[in-house]
């Protein structure tokens, strides 16, 4: 199994909420959802926490492409406009740094307009243990 099917398999949450990886590659992960009502919040925009989802899965993509289990351990979002019902948002995340122990990420999220949503940075902690896959995509 690839990584990315990996990921979309076994994040149980991610998958249950509609986000989806849809790119991995070294250094660069892309995650994807389509804003639907069970997504909005009470002032009807997209609630955060799905846009910290979204961004999460992207992180956990690159975080994950080296093939060392590594889990988020301070991440800290930003957000700069609201998601709309229907709006296909994306999450494109960057590795800044490849450290060994603690690598560090930035993530954008942005509608299909290309507007910018959110900002992330994500800092990770890789565990002394094999993360298998076969290939990334």
């Known amino acids: 199994m690839n990584l990315l099917e990996r990921l979309n398999t076994s994040d149980r949450f991610a998958n249950g909420i509609g986000a989806q990886l849809v790119e ?26 799905v846009m910290y ?5 992207a992180f ?24 709309q019902l229907g709006e296909n948002i994306i999450a494109e995340a960057v590795e800044v740094l490849d450290h060994h122990k603690l690598p560090y990420c930035e993530i954008k999220v942005r509608n299909e307009q290309g507007e910018l949503l ?20």
Do not use: P, W
């Not at 995650?31 to 639907?36: C, D, K, R, S």
């Not at 979002?77 to 998601?83: D, N, V, Y």
């Not at 940075?121 to 993360?131: E, S």
């Open 24 to 49: 991995i590659r070294e250094g660069y992960a892309r995650a994807e959802l389509t804003v639907e009502e069970k997504h909005l919040n009470g002032a009807n925009v997209c609630q955060g926490g």
């Open 53 to 57: 989802t979204l961004a999460d899965l």
């Open 60 to 83: 956990a993509g690159v975080c994950n492409c080296h093939g060392t289990l590594t889990l988020g351990v301070n991440n800290s979002i930003t957000f700069l406009k609201s998601g």
């Open 118 to 137: 959110a900002v992330m940075t994500g800092l990770g902690y890789r565990l002394k243990k094999d993360f298998e896959f076969d290939t990334l995509m």
